[in-house]
């Protein structure tokens, strides 16, 4: 079955950096867009970030645009966020999402305080 498992949440001050992985299995990895979406806490789901299956190309909310960078490593059929210069605004539950949205992780937990 299809199985997305994101890890790598966790406390950081503003300014920091984190990298949250997905790790993908019950799939081909490799022939489908993944995404991340996150949701703040009280708020809604906010796509952030989506990666194609082909040549890498990648598209980022204006929110995140330049501060966080989306990339997959096929072989280890995973999925990445580096997410630099983080903002307490970033505070949210990060999910990966298969292309299609019809499979999502859990979620990991990112908090952005001092």
């Known amino acids: 079955q299809v199985q997305l498992v994101e890890s790598g949440g966790g406390l950081v001050q503003p300014g920091g950096s984190l990298r949250l992985s997905c790790a993908a299995s019950?799939?081909?990895?490799?022939?489908?867009?993944m995404n991340w979406v996150r949701q703040a806490p009280g708020k809604g789901l906010e796509w952030v970030s989506t990666i194609n299956s082909g040549d890498g190309t990648t598209y980022y909310a204006d929110s995140v645009k330049g501060r966080f960078t989306i990339s997959r490593d096929n072989a280890k059929n995973t999925l990445y966020l580096q997410m630099n210069s983080l903002k307490p605004e970033d505070t949210a539950l990060y999910y990966c999402a298969r292309g299609g949205w019809h499979y999502w992780g859990q979620g990991t937990l990112v908090i952005v305080s001092s």
């Open positions: 019950g799939f081909t990895f490799s022939t489908y867009w």
